[in-house]
């Protein structure tokens, strides 16, 4: 009779013998994975398999076993005559086989077909904890702890002694067997295993197989032009008679006189350096401002402190130049480290790199990156020019062309599906620009449009500032944003800022942005209510079970031990472990504190992260080739000589992506999007 997790394996599609496979490997204080990528890191000539553990399980029965390094090869061949070419016929289990299965395909010429990671399983269930085999064999209550992998530092397999090789092989045997205990007690709680399971899947196979060309010498370039933008506003600190003065010393033979040097980078991104450079710039009688910090008072000068506009904005030119100088050596050096992390991956893999995304990287089931160069980061529109330059490295192979796949406005569409705010999902299922309506009719009682190419640049400007602040007020609005919060994240938004500082944004048009929203659209503030109500009873009364439906679009909340769970439509659930409602009334779970509006952003963005997913299983199905996703946006790769033109396969591609699940019925799905040899948003 087949176990729980064989029938989860089953329902999935993928074969319900498994393999559990633990790779063992030589690490040193200067190869590590500190210092390297993955990537780098298992095509680094220092690469040394030290050992494989295993667990077989065919047909409900299997023991471990461990190879050292001479065998590995012999064991692996057996596998391929069991299972078949890349082990079509087992799915292989580990943990983070971003490593393990990047080591079979890199090292022994195979990729697995079925893949399920611990890691993955363990983010399902709660992504903001921390995910080590160590803490989750204590917090899972495996049989035994995790061993400690550091007595092999530093150690080949031709450099170790009997005992040193019997303790790796203790090690790696305990590693497989808490592996396995951990794959057999978190697979039957994960949620929508049909879907996720191939998802996961799906996410690591992108990562292996390197098809992502990066174009290098645009990389070099950025590296060159960024420094450039990191050195100039150090070279006005010095043109402006900023000077590094090193106090002298006195000894009883010596006394040696004050340093005075040119300011340089480093001096203004070190923290004592820098705060010395400001006290002496400041004007006499003028502090560098202060705030309290966990322990005493630290400088008010992190991007969320009013302080810091003052000093960017302060009369004195040689200040402004400073805090210029120092807001360049927190971003351009951030930049210039993910370009070269672009580069060293493609570089060790012959130009090509696969994506580096996280399956279930937040608590909605959202990706995120991974190895330094986070993809999901790419694309953004309300940056400097150069950093929106460092996604046009990932490009198509010679032969192949991008397709791009946005849906528009998902999340503002789900959140008007949920409430039931019929008005709201009747115009975006009607086309219409439903921001530049909100702004023209709500907010500023003029015409908000699209900005046109032939329009004067003032005329540009002012169109693409209010409909971008009309855009910004139903998106923040839907999950509850206030009409302060509204008007201090326009100020640190640049799009907005420039309006904010034009004046034509206000923080009076702020706060009427909001209270106009909420009464025009006066079902999504309802949903919030009902939505924390639901939460508030399941944490009050640990028996019951709550549901919130509009039109059939039905949400349900229970409490298991102490852990709130939401299903969503999908059927996916959201978990808030140790949920509570604290002394003053408020919503508490292990992670922080909700209200509705919080709790509807969580449901929202998942319910559209399940839409844009079940998009990306069919672009699978339907055999197109997905590279990688950027938040709702999916980026294929097209072949230029296939049956059908590069045209019809994006359209293809769009028809796929708008098919609106069966249990998503009544919400309004669009994408855009088009063929690009580089990556843009």
Not at 225 to 236: G, S
Not at 570 to 593: I, K, M, N, Q, T
Request: aromatic residues 10%; proline residues 5%; contains cysteine.
């Amino acid at each position: 009779m087949p176990e729980p997790w064989q029938d989860i394996l089953a329902l999935a599609g993928f074969p319900t013998d498994v393999i559990v496979l633990d790779f063992e490997s030589y690490f040193d204080k200067e190869y590590n994975f500190d210092k390297l990528s993955g990537v780098e890191y298992v095509m680094d000539p220092r690469f040394e398999v030290t050992g494989l553990g295993g667990w077989v399980q065919p047909n409900g029965s299997g023991l471990p076993w461990f190879r050292g390094p001479d065998d590995v090869q012999l064991q692996i061949a057996d596998l391929l005559d069991l299972y078949g070419p890349d082990l079509t016929g087992v799915t292989v289990v580990g943990q983070n086989l971003k490593f393990d299965a990047l080591v079979l395909r890199e090292r022994y010429g195979i990729t697995p077909r079925y893949t399920v990671d611990v890691l993955d399983l363990a983010r399902h269930l709660d992504a903001r904890d921390r995910h080590s085999l160590e803490h989750l064999a204590v917090k899972y209550h495996a049989p035994t702890p995790k061993g400690d992998t550091m007595q092999f530092k530093g150690l080949r397999w031709n450099h170790m002694t009997c005992e040193q090789r019997a303790a790796l092989r203790d090690y790696c045997l305990n590693d497989v067997d808490i592996e396995t205990y951990l794959f057999k007690t978190l697979l039957p709680r994960i949620t929508r295993p049909e879907a996720e399971l191939r998802l996961a899947n799906q996410t690591l196979r992108q990562y292996l197989v390197p098809q992502i060309k990066i174009d290098t010498d645009l990389g070099r370039r950025l590296i060159v032009d960024m420094q450039a933008e990191l050195q100039l506003p150090v070279d006005r600190v010095n043109a402006l008679g900023v000077k590094v003065i090193t106090p002298g010393k006195k000894t009883s033979r010596t006394s040696r006189p004050p340093t005075v040097k040119a300011v340089t980078v480093d001096d203004v991104s070190k923290d004592g350096t820098f705060l010395a450079l400001l006290r002496e710039t400041l004007p006499v009688g003028e502090a560098i401002p202060m705030k309290q910090g966990k322990k005493k008072l630290i400088p008010a000068l992190a991007k969320t402190d009013e302080q810091l506009d003052y000093l960017l904005s302060h009369p004195c030119p040689a200040v402004r130049a400073l805090m210029e100088a120092r807001k360049a050596s927190d971003s351009w050096p951030t930049h210039i480290c993910r370009v070269v992390r672009l580069i060293d991956q493609a570089t060790a893999r012959g130009g090509f790199m696969g994506a580096p995304l996280t399956y279930y990287a937040a608590h909605t089931g959202r990706y995120g990156g991974t190895g330094g160069t986070n993809f999901q980061n790419f694309g953004a529109r309300d940056v400097h020019e150069l950093v929106k330059q460092v996604g046009q490295m990932l490009s198509a192979p010679s032969g192949y062309i991008l397709g791009t796949g946005d849906l528009s406005q998902i999340e503002a569409r789900t959140v008007a599906w949920f409430a039931g705010q019929e008005d709201m999902l009747q115009a975006f299922a009607q086309g219409r620009d439903l921001y530049s309506e909100f702004g023209t009719e709500q907010i500023y009682h003029q015409e908000v449009r699209k900005p046109r190419k032939d329009d004067p640049p003032d005329v540009y400007q002012t169109m693409f500032n209010r409909r971008t602040a009309s855009k910004e007020t139903i998106l923040g609005a839907g999950f509850g944003m206030g009409g302060t919060r509204f008007t201090q994240y326009c100020k640190e938004k640049p799009v907005l800022k420039v309006a904010i500082e034009s004046g034509d944004l206000t923080p009076q048009l702020c706060q009427r942005a909001i209270a106009v929203y909420r009464q025009r659209y006066s079902m999504i503030p309802k949903l919030w209510k009902e939505v924390e109500a639901a939460w508030r009873f399941v944490a009050r009364y640990t028996d019951q079970r709550a549901t919130v439906s509009h039109s059939g679009r039905c949400l349900t909340f229970w409490n298991e031990n102490g852990t709130v769970t939401v299903q969503l439509p999908s059927s996916r659930c959201l978990f808030y472990p140790h949920a509570r409602v604290d002394s003053e009334g408020g919503c508490a779970y292990h992670w922080g504190h909700l209200w509705g509006g919080s709790m509807v952003e969580n449901i929202v963005q998942a319910t559209a992260r399940d839409v844009f997913t079940d998009g990306l299983l069919r672009l699978e199905d339907a055999g197109f080739n997905g590279l990688f996703s950027v938040h709702d946006q999916a980026i294929c790769l097209l072949a230029l000589d296939a049956e059908y033109s590069a045209e019809d396969m994006l359209a293809e591609m769009h028809r796929l992506q708008c098919i609106v699940p069966s249990w998503a019925t009544g919400l309004p799905v669009a994408t855009e999007g088009d063929l690009t040899k580089a990556y843009h948003k």
